[in-house]
């Protein structure tokens, strides 16, 4: 499981954020208690030096068997504080200064490497806002998918729209809740408003959700970041554009919406080609959805880009009529 560098910057700093505050919170706690009650800021610095303390008898072997003396002092110094803060008439605990996060103790990580529990949760909730902004994701779930839409008639080849949609909203609801190495990489075809977007974001949000690194964005979007990242004029922007690019190629899954809705030039298909290619050799995971045909597919791009999907990705086939225009 890859975790996207932009992301989870974004989550460690909402973390700190939360440290601060909570240490802002504890200071002005502090000042209060010690208003009300002055005993108590002469107990805390008493406190302080018995730490001191135990920590020059840890590093001198002659005074070793003094900690057990010092130990006893600090703890008729905490129960005296206690006293102090409760006769003050505050609250129990009411200057604890524990953190927030016992297993990191507000840090974010683990023996310094291992993200924690609670960076990664921040890290998921940034992960679904970023893909929220983009998609405006509401009621794009597995739950309010519907296969009513799609006729049940069926066709020249005896399948109805109905029962091949079935098995593609299967395919991807499997995908998504079993995502992993081994899934496979994708590539939707056909019409416009047959629910290529829709399933395609109902993954990306499941995926999401079980912690893996997801980008979603448009084939023109996409593109336009490749391009900014070569030929931007400021360096600020080619740097920006240069760790959005790299968040594409490295994530564990990308999903390209709307390929063929760009301009094709002979840079974008190297784009392409470059992404396709960068991320088989990787083994990472991407969607591709597109409203072309396999012929215009060809006549679009190169013979090296379409073997490819065709070679490594599983191709399925969205059948139907706009529903759009239905829902209309």
């Known amino acids: 499981m890859t975790y996207d560098g932009k992301l989870l910057a974004r989550a460690r700093g909402v973390l700190e954020s939360r440290r601060h505050n909570h240490e802002e919170q504890f200071a002005r706690r502090q000042l209060e208690v010690y208003a009300r009650a002055p005993s108590v800021r002469e107990l805390d610095a008493q406190l302080r030096g018995t730490m001191a303390e135990l920590l020059a008898a840890a590093l001198d072997k002659d005074a070793a068997g003094r900690g057990g003396q010092i130990r006893e002092k600090n703890l008729d110094l905490q129960q005296q504080r206690h006293r102090e803060i409760v006769k003050a008439g505050f609250a129990d605990g009411y200057l604890n200064d524990d953190p927030l996060c016992i297993s990191c103790r507000d840090t974010g990580f683990i023996n310094a490497t291992e993200p924690c529990e609670c960076l990664i949760a921040l890290y998921r909730q940034e992960q679904s806002l970023d893909l929220s902004n983009l998609l405006k994701l509401g009621a794009e779930t597995f739950e309010t998918f519907r296969l009513d839409y799609y006729s049940d008639e069926p066709n020249a080849n005896g399948v ?9 909203f299967e395919t991807c609801r499997q995908y998504a809740y079993k995502f992993g190495a081994r899934a496979d990489n994708l590539f939707f075809t056909g019409a416009p408003g047959l629910g290529k977007t829709f399933l395609s974001a109902c993954i990306a949000r499941v995926v999401a959700e079980s912690g893996f690194s997801v980008v ?29 690019t790299k968040r594409m190629l490295e994530c564990d899954l990308l999903i390209i919406d709307d390929l063929g809705t760009e301009l094709v030039t002979a840079f974008t298909k190297s784009v392409l080609y470059e992404i396709v290619n960068t991320r088989l050799i990787t083994g990472k995971k991407t969607i591709i959805s597109t409203n072309m045909s396999q012929e215009e597919l060809r006549n679009n791009y190169t013979e090296q880009i379409v073997s490819r999907l065709e070679g490594e990705y599983t191709v399925r086939e969205f059948r139907g009529e706009d529903i759009r225009q239905i829902k209309s």
């Open 160 to 168: 109805s729209p109905r029962r091949a949609m079935g098995i593609i």
């Open 216 to 244: 979603y964005d448009t084939a023109g979007a996409i593109f336009a970041k490749f391009e900014d990242a070569k030929f931007s004029r400021e360096e600020e922007d080619r740097q920006e554009a240069r760790r959005e």
